[in-house]
C-alpha cells in the first residue's frame, strides 16, 4: 500500500511538473504581451514550483530507498529537506515580487485585461487540478508543500480574475500591483508553516503536539514501570517518529522486561504513533508503587 501510494504520488508530480512548465510559459508570454504584472508575477510563482515539483519527485524515490550502512535511518528526511527548501525559494519568490510590485507602481503601465482574464481562469483550472491530485497526500510534509504551494497558486489565480475584473470595470491599473502584493503576501503565509514544521524535524526538536510529560505519562501506565527520565523524542521524517528514554522498574528477569518494553511500544505507538522505540532499563530494589517522571534533562536528541 505504502509503494502504491509513492507511485501514484510519484505519477501527479510528473504530470504536475509538464503542465506548470507549459503554463508558465504561457504567463510570461501574455503578461509580457498584455503588460500585467500580475500575470508575470504568478509565472514567478509557478516557475518556482518546477524546482518545487522536481526536489518532491527526487524526495519520494529517495524515501523509497533502504538503510544502508551509512545511513541506518534510510532517507526518510529527504522530503523534509525538500520542503524546506521549497519553502525558502517561495520566500525568495515573495520578495522579488514585492520588489517588482513597488517598480509597478512607481512606473505604471496600460493592462490588457481580456488577456489577463482568459490566462487567469486557465491557470486556475489547471493549478486547481494539480492542488486536487495532491490532496491525498497531505500528512506528508514534502507533498503538503507542494499541495500548499499549488493550492496558492490556484487562490493567486482566483485574485488575478477577479482583479482583471476590476481593471476593466474601473480602469485603474493600480490594481495589478497590488494583486502582485497579495499574491506575495499569499505565498508569505504558505511557506510560513512549512518553514516552522521542516525546521523542527530537521533540528530534531519534538514533533508537533507532543511533549516528554504527556509521553512519559503514557508508559507509567503500562504496568510494571516504576520512573521514566531521560526521554528524547525526535522525528526521523514526516511521518515516523523515534524516542529513546530509560525506565526504572523492579529487580525482574530479563524476561519479564521483555513483556514490559512491548507493552511500552504498543501504547506509544498506539497513542502518538512512535515506531522506532529505544528504551535502556534500571531495576530498583525499592519496594512500593511509586510512578513518576523524573524530566532531566529535557532536548532534542544529540
Not at 64 to 73: E, F, I, L
Not at 113 to 120: A, D, E, K, N, T
Amino acid at each position: 500500500m505504502h509503494i502504491h501510494s509513492h507511485s501514484r504520488s510519484a505519477a501527479a508530480l510528473n504530470l504536475a511538473l509538464i503542465v506548470t512548465l507549459v503554463l508558465v510559459v504561457v504567463e510570461f508570454v501574455t503578461g509580457l504581451a498584455g503588460h500585467s504584472l500580475a500575470l508575470i508575477s504568478d509565472g514567478w510563482h509557478n516557475l518556482a514550483d518546477i524546482p518545487s515539483l522536481g526536489l518532491a519527485w527526487l524526495a519520494i524515490h529517495l524515501e523509497g530507498k533502504s538503510p544502508d550502512s551509512q545511513r541506518t535511518y534510510g532517507y526518510q528526511r529527504a522530503g523534509v529537506l525538500a520542503a524546506f527548501v521549497n519553502a525558502l525559494l517561495l520566500v525568495a519568490v515573495a520578495l522579488y515580487l514585492c520588489y517588482e510590485g513597488y517598480q509597478r507602481i512607481l512606473s505604471p503601465e496600460p493592462i490588457s485585461s481580456r488577456l489577463m482574464m482568459i490566462v487567469g481562469v486557465v491557470a486556475l483550472v489547471i493549478n486547481g487540478s494539480i492542488s486536487l491530485a495532491l490532496s491525498g497526500g497531505r500528512s506528508d510534509l514534502n507533498l503538503r508543500a507542494v499541495f500548499i504551494h499549488n493550492l496558492g497558486d490556484a487562490l493567486s489565480n482566483i485574485a488575478i480574475i477577479a482583479g482583471a475584473w476590476l481593471i476593466a470595470r474601473t480602469g485603474e491599473h493600480l490594481i495589478d500591483p497590488l494583486l502582485a502584493f497579495l499574491i506575495a503576501g499569499m505565498i508569505l503565509w504558505s511557506a510560513a508553516g512549512v518553514v516552522t514544521d521542516s525546521a523542527r524535524i530537521l533540528l530534531e526538536g519534538a514533533p508537533k503536539g507532543m511533549t516528554p510529560s504527556a509521553v512519559a505519562g503514557v508508559m507509567l501506565g503500562v504496568p510494571g514501570v516504576r520512573e521514566v527520565h531521560d526521554i528524547h523524542i525526535w522525528s526521523l521524517g514526516s511521518k515516523s517518529h523515534a524516542l529513546s528514554c530509560h525506565v526504572r522498574v523492579l529487580d525482574m528477569p530479563t524476561s519479564e522486561c521483555e513483556v514490559i518494553c512491548e507493552r511500552i511500544r504498543q501504547a506509544l505507538a498506539e497513542r502518538f504513533s512512535i515506531s522506532h522505540v529505544t528504551i535502556q532499563f534500571e531495576h530498583t530494589h525499592v519496594p512500593g508503587d511509586f510512578h513518576r517522571y523524573m524530566p532531566a534533562p529535557i532536548s532534542a536528541k544529540k
